[in-house]
Each structure stands twice: as structure tokens, then as C-alpha cells.
């Protein structure tokens, strides 16, 4: 099994970067494919970023070219670089793992590892 902490989370101005980090229990952390996703008030959760335990990684539209998703099997930790923040990325952020030997995916369904959130507000 494996436990998620995310951290990093804050309030930021619109064209503004954070990084989100989530650090994960257990030994076999390079085993699981790895995402995160966002929440915001009266929306649906969504598939924001993943990367696959071999190293491929995906990216929702809306935020290709401003997040990077990375991740550091030494230290059995996620990260998700976001830059140009935007008013409408404003959500929780959550990480999530799959596997071991996960499918990358979109569908929240898949990854049944998550974190307790973090929150993420940016500013006009």
C-alpha cells in the first residue's frame, strides 16, 4: 500500500508559479503510476497531470506548456511545477497513485491511492 501527503499549496497572483509536492509511504513507490488531479467548488474532479511508472508522462490540456509533473523515485515523491497560474486553476489538488503497475489514465476510478488535498487559490 501506499500513503500520500501532499504539501506546497498556497495563495498566489495570477501569473504566479507554485509547486505542489506529495510525499509517499513504502518501498515500492517506483512500481505505481502517479497523477494529480483538481477540484474545485461545484466542479467535478479532474485529471490535471500523471506520470506513468515507466516515466511517460500526460497533461490535461488546459494546462500543457505551464505544469511540469515529475517525480523522484529516491525520495518516494511527486511533484507538479505550475507556472502562469491562472484564476481558474484556483482547486484542491490531490495526488493519487495506482498499481503497483498502474495504467496512466484520466479516470479518477483508476487510482486507488489519494492524498488529503491541497489548496491552491490564485488571485486576479
Known amino acids: 500500500q501506499v500513503q500520500l501527503v501532499e504539501s506546497g499549496g498556497g495563495l498566489v497572483q495570477a501569473g504566479g508559479s507554485l509547486r505542489l509536492s506529495c510525499a509517499a509511504s513504502?518501498?515500492?513507490?517506483?512500481?505505481?503510476?502517479t497523477a494529480w488531479f483538481r477540484q474545485a467548488p461545484g466542479k467535478e474532479r479532474e485529471f490535471v497531470a500523471g506520470?506513468?511508472?515507466?516515466?511517460?508522462?500526460t497533461y490535461l490540456d488546459s494546462v500543457k506548456g505551464r505544469f511540469t509533473v515529475s517525480r523522484d523515485n529516491a525520495k518516494n515523491a511527486l511533484y507538479l511545477q505550475m507556472n502562469s497560474l491562472k484564476p481558474e486553476d484556483t482547486a484542491i489538488y490531490y495526488c493519487?497513485?495506482?498499481?503497483?503497475?498502474?495504467?496512466?489514465?484520466?479516470?479518477?476510478?483508476?487510482?486507488?491511492?489519494w492524498g488529503q488535498g491541497t489548496q491552491v487559490t490564485v488571485s486576479s
Open positions: 493519487a497513485a495506482a498499481g503497483p503497475w498502474g495504467r496512466l489514465t484520466m479516470s479518477d476510478g483508476e487510482y486507488a491511492y
Open positions: 513504502g518501498r515500492t513507490f517506483s512500481m505505481y503510476t
Open positions: 506520470m506513468h511508472w515507466s516515466g511517460g508522462s
